[in-house]
């Protein structure tokens, strides 16, 4: 009953800008971390920008400096701003949240594409 919706892909010039949106639906009683990961077509899916509960946050060293994750608690939403992409963004970009419904457990989205033109 709790669902994950990735929006916010496309197709962008090399330089551009996206923000992706991860918004949760359904019987929600708290959601604590929440984490972006990416795969590009034959590759592993990597973590990519991680929030806790309390809004601290990590990522990792190929998107610092360029990705924001945060989140609205009130919209039990999390997005992802990602400033200068570059050809190598290129992935489906998935959600991945720890959401307490009648237990406590990992939801992924159905992801979103991203696709950046050089």
């Known amino acids: 009953q709790v669902q994950l919706v990735e929006s916010g892909g496309g197709l962008v010039q090399a330089g551009g800008s996206l923000r992706l949106s991860c918004v949760a639906s359904g019987s929600i009683l708290r959601i604590d971390a929440v984490r972006w990961f990416r795969q590009a077509p034959g590759k592993q899916r990597d973590l990519v920008a991680f929030?806790?509960?309390?809004?601290?946050?990590n990522y990792a060293e190929f998107v610092k400096g360029r990705f924001t994750i945060y989140r609205d608690n009130n919209a039990n939403a999390v997005y992802l701003q990602m400033n200068s992409l570059t050809p190598e963004d290129t992935a489906v970009y998935y959600c991945?949240?720890?959401?307490?419904?009648?237990?406590?457990?990992?939801?992924w989205g159905q992801g979103t594409q991203v696709t950046v033109s050089s």
């Open positions: 929030i806790n509960s309390g809004g601290a946050t």
């Open positions: 991945n949240a720890d959401i307490l419904s009648s237990g406590l457990r990992a939801y």
